[in-house]
Every structure is written in C-alpha cells, then in structure tokens.
C-alpha cells in the first residue's frame, strides 16, 4: 500500500510552447535568436531557430568549446610549452600576434582564444594539445555529436560553416558547465605574456559582462558581410539562461536583442529548487524490521522547476510505501515524489534513503523490547 501526501505548493510552473511569447517582444534587427534554460532540452523563445546562417567569428566556438574541455578534464595544462607553427601564425582575423617558432605556455594561449577568439591562439592550442589540425578536428567533430550539433567542419576554425540560433545555444549550454571557458569568457581586459617579456592586450568585444547583470560570458562574432553574432549567458538568483543572437545589423542591436530576450525571461519565469544530491525530501519515514525505526529520504540529484509568474498551484504527492521494509540501501530507490498542475504530472523525483538500515537481529530485537520496558516500568 502507498502513502500520497498532498501538499499544495503556492509556485508555478512554465507551460507555455515553445515560442508562444511571440517575436514582437524582440527587436526585429536581428535575424535570429534563440534562449535556453540549459539541461531543459528545448527554446524558451526562438526565431529561425534550426535554420542554418551565417554566424562570422562564431564558427571558432566549437573549437574553444573542445580545447576548454581538455584542458578542464587535464589533457592539457595550463604550464606546458605550446610551439607556434608558420600555419598558426599566418591565421588572419582577431589575433594574439603569436610569431613562427615562438613557444609559449598553454594558459595564455587560452586567454586569448575564449577572450578575443584569437586564430592563432586556437590552432597553436589544437596542434600542440592533439599532435595536429586534422587530429583536433576530429575532436571538435566530436563534441558537436555529443550536443547534437549536426554540422560538419572544413577545418578546426568552421571556415564558412553556418549554425543555426539552435546550434549555438546547444554550444553556450555546454560552455556555461567548462570552468576554464568560464574563467576567461568573464573577463573584460587581460594580457598574455609572450618570450622575452614581450606583451600583448587582450579586449573582451562581449560589452555585456560589464553592462548587463549576471552576464559572464560567453562570445561574439562580427563580419561585414554577416553582421553581428553573439552567444551570451547570464546568471541571477540560481539560474542561468543562454540567449543566441545572428545577423545583427549593428553591434548595438546585437546587444539589445540579447538583453531584451534574458529581460524578458526574468521577467517572465522564476526558478523553484526542489531538491540536490543528499538533501532531505522527507523526514522520518517509518521502517519495519530495521535496526533502526525511521530514515529520512533524500534526492539524489538536482531538480527544480522553471516558474511562470501566471500559471497555476502545483501540488506534490509522496509515492512511498506506508512504512519501508528493511534491509534499505542508499543506493536503491525507495519511491517517488510526483509533482503535478491541474492534475498533469510535470516532474518525478526518485528518492532514496539518507543511510543504510540493516535487518533487525535477535539481539538487537531484545536489548529495544528490555529498552522499552524500563522505559515503561522506571
């Protein structure tokens, strides 16, 4: 027999379909966006959003994205000698001004390709870390199955390759969870430090970071023929959104589409946070036969719930056995909790015991009866 406790919960939850906001909430002056709650797996908002464009110094993300991502898992550390090759340095475009032959520590090189996506920056990074370009491509290709990213690459800077608003959420939604894209995506003015002392500075062309509230990164693009891109993330009270914006005609409109679309958000939604790994769902639960009487229940990942300000009450049923029967592992489910609105489940949380309650032994069983006859004689 299972147990269901109803507590009404005065939140609400985000119903609305996928782009049901409508674009006229959005400047016009851009000819795409898209915005993500990463981990939801869908577009909050979204205009052209799977259809491929022009993206200018976007194309170099999934190859930031990669390096980050080994230099966050060791592969590459940020004190090892990097070996600029005539290749690398001829890269046109925004450059770290790295010259044929010249050796320099991984960590700067970082700085410049999340900070000013320098092309020569990348490509050192990619031959050195991976033994060659070719190598290195295959990698990026790589993380962009493990997103889901569809797009094939002509080399490791995506020369004249087009990503959809879609894409390129998928690809900031990844970047938020890489510390070392973090590390340097936030910051607004830096230098490397070349051999010989010689140094070169480092502008952030993402004003956001200094001019929007939460905002730590992540990158932005601009060509002439292709306007202005930019992928940016902002953070408040718990939540992170991811915003996309192409084809901007000014850098200025590429900002203002950006805000406009996280104003709306924060605007619009607010998170609740139900539960983390090992935080206590239930308190007390009852326990037959075990060593001990009662065991709280706990979560073992994160789960919460994205708010619309003008939904409905959302109601949560425990669905747990009455009392639980031992032996208990922490590591095996014991029941669920179910979130539902207007009767529709949104969300299951599996909860499992806070400890591992063994069987009751004879002993055991006679020193608690000797325990709770004292206890009722004394």
Known sequence: MRRFLSIVLTVFILLLPVGSWGEEEISPKVSGYCLVLPGRGEALLEKKGT??????????????????????????????????????????????????????????LLKAAVMISAGDAIVTLGENAFGSESVFLNNIQVTLRELGVDRTLPDCLGTDTLFSPLDLCALGAAAVKSEHFCRWAGQYREHIVHAGGRETELVNANRMIRSYSGCFGLMTGSQKEEGYAGVFA??????????????????????????????????????????????????????????????????????????????????????VPDALSAPLSPEVSVGEAIYTLAGEEVLRLSLYPAAEVSLKTWPELLRRIGQNYLRHTG
């Not at 590459?76 to 010259?99: C, K, N, W, Y």
């Not at 139900?274 to 769902?281: C, I, M, N, S, T």
């Open 51 to 108: 259809e491929p464009m022009a993206v200018a110094g976007l194309r170099k993300l999934p190859a930031v994205l990669t390096l980050c991502r080994a230099f966050d898992s060791g592969l590459i550390q940020e004190t090892a000698g990097m070996q600029v090759s005539p290749r690398a340095a001829a890269i046109p475009g925004p450059t770290a001004f790295l010259e044929s032959g010249e050796r320099i520590e991984a960590g700067e």
């Open 234 to 319: 902002v953070k408040r009270q718990e939540v992170t959104y991811v915003a996309a914006v192409i084809g901007a005609k000014s850098s200025e409109d590429r900002f203002a589409a950006a805000g406009a679309l996280f104003d709306l958000a924060f605007a619009s939604f607010s998170p609740m946070r139900l539960a983390g790994p090992g935080e206590v769902v239930a308190e007390n639960w009852p326990v037959l036969s075990g060593d001990r009487d009662r065991v709280d229940l706990v979560s073992h990942e994160d789960a919460a719930l994205l708010l619309s300000k003008q939904a409905g009450q959302v109601e949560r049923q425990m669905a």
